[in-house]
């Protein structure tokens, strides 16, 4: 028996046409990010924030920038997945729960601290690394979630990405790393494309 979170990534497909109209409520959009939140991110830094675009002025600003792609109106709601650089600066913070809970002790949160200090301080191309592996496992994990919920879905990376930073108003620590859209499937979508045959793309050692 294919057990749910198989069933959800089979299932998924790149959803490219959405019911327009449909709005989703706080309380859903809500859930699909601190579902994302759930995905991992080294040293659990958490190096990510989620801007929820749905009103129809925010849309039509956001396709402008999207190379005027008409699902970004017509999904519910477009979420612009952003990574965070210099993200070290803030991991004690972000590991106090832990803490909190007694998951952590201190001693091992301040030797986290310490060790991602010591790779990422003035490394850019290892932050900015860092960011965008988080932000893209956060980005799955909020589809998964949109499938699990029987909406449809859509990573996107076609668009102008210093225009998304200034309209939207990311700060100088934030890369747009690419937007979700999500909503309600209309027709005419196609099924999950096949992929490579294993042989060409696994290795076993």
């Not at 699909?32 to 830094?45: D, E, G, K």
């Not at 999207?66 to 109106?73: E, I, L, S």
């Not at 210099?86 to 301040?110: K, R, T, W």
């Not at 979700?180 to 099924?191: I, S």
Request: negative net charge; contains cysteine; charged residues 15%.
């Amino acid at each position: 028996m294919t057990n749910p979170i198989q069933h959800a990534i089979e299932s998924r497909v790149s959803t490219n046409h959405f019911q327009p109209g449909r709005s989703l409520a706080d309380d859903i959009i809500a859930s699909l990010v601190a579902q994302a939140t759930r995905a991992p991110s080294a040293f659990n830094m958490q190096n990510w924030r989620f801007i929820a675009v749905r009103s129809v002025e925010a849309k039509a600003r956001l396709r402008s920038l999207a190379y005027d792609q008409q699902k970004v109106m017509d999904a519910s709601v477009a979420f612009i997945v952003c990574g965070t650089l210099a993200a070290h600066a803030q991991l004690a913070a972000a590991l106090q729960p832990s803490v909190s809970a007694g998951i952590m002790e201190q001693d091992m949160v301040d030797g986290w601290v310490a060790l991602a200090s010591a790779a990422h301080e003035g490394d850019p191309v290892l932050q900015r690394d860092e960011a965008i592996r988080s932000a893209s496992l956060a980005a799955m994990t909020l589809m998964l979630a949109a499938q699990g919920m029987e909406l449809g879905s859509c990573a996107m990376v076609g668009f102008d990405a210093a225009g998304v930073s200034r309209e939207f108003h990311l700060d100088s620590a934030e890369i747009p790393v690419v937007i979700v859209t999500v909503g309600y499937p209309a027709g005419g979508n196609w099924p999950q494309k096949p992929r490579k045959p294993l042989p060409e793309i696994l290795t076993t050692v």
